[in-house]
């Protein structure tokens, strides 16, 4: 089992840029792919990003390509979230996700992780 605490959330300018990190207990980080999701007031919780066991291989929503940059530091136990460029519409609650696996492949659905923060708030306003 393992459990993740996001932090690095806040208000940001658009255009702006902000990092969510991700802290995750345990001593079998690197059994796990991971994944940054994000939720918007009254829609669903939708993926943003995923990376494999080792960070060589992610994935990226069309909507923050480009923008979003995703990484882990097995040795920290940590998974990131680079976010630029940011705008109005990037405003939701991100959550990290952990999901053990064998294969050395990334995932998209949230249906896939099997564990979760629980969310940080970024808001893009000016």
């Known amino acids: 089992q393992v459990q993740l605490v996001e932090s690095g959330g806040g208000l940001e300018q658009p255009g702006g840029s902000l990092r969510l990190s991700c802290a995750a207990s345990g001593r079998t980080f690197s059994t796990y792919a991971m994944g940054w999701f994000r939720q918007a007031p009254g829609k669903e919780r939708e993926f943003v990003s995923g990376i494999s066991r080792i960070g060589e291989f992610s994935r990226y929503a069309d909507s923050v390509k480009g923008r979003f940059t995703i990484s882990r530091d097995n040795a920290k136990n940590m998974v990131y979230l680079q976010m630029n460029s940011l705008k109005p519409e990037d405003t939701a609650v991100y959550y990290c996700?952990?999901?053990?696996?064998?294969?050395?492949?990334?995932?998209?659905?949230?249906?896939?992780?099997?564990?979760w923060g629980q969310g940080t708030q970024v808001t893009i306003s000016s």
């Open positions: 996700a952990a999901k053990r696996t064998d294969s050395g492949t990334y995932f998209t659905s949230r249906v896939n992780y099997d564990y």
